[in-house]
Every structure is written in C-alpha cells, then in structure tokens.
C-alpha cells in the first residue's frame, strides 16, 4: 500500500547549474572559475549537473 500523500517521486541526486549556484552562495562567473579550477561536474545532454556530496568534499578539500 503507497505511502499517503506521496506520488512516485525520484529524488535527484545532482544539482543544476542554477541549483548549484545557489547551493554555494555564488555567481555563475564564479562557478565557471570553480569549474577551470577542477571543480567537479558533469554533461548530461547539454545540461551541466553537479553531485552535491562532490561540491562539499571539493570544498572541504580547497
């Protein structure tokens, strides 16, 4: 029997640029400069995504 007031949601595990950004507190420049910096991402389609869990060890890490 499905949980009430749950409707077959798939919870993401990436981030969007935009979400990203967001996530981090900073400008899309400053994002494109993380990213020449090794930051981690990945190309899904034409879409730029990035795994939460690899934002915070990146950070953690610089």
Not at 34 to 62: A, C, N, T, Y
């Amino acid at each position: 029997m499905p949980e009430s007031g749950k409707k077959n949601q798939v919870e993401r595990i990436f981030l969007t640029f935009q979400e990203a950004q967001d996530f981090l507190g900073i400008s899309h420049q400053t994002l494109y400069k993380l990213m020449s910096q090794g930051i981690p991402s990945h190309k899904i389609g034409k879409k730029r995504v990035f795994f939460k869990e690899d934002l915070i060890k990146w950070i953690k890490e610089h």
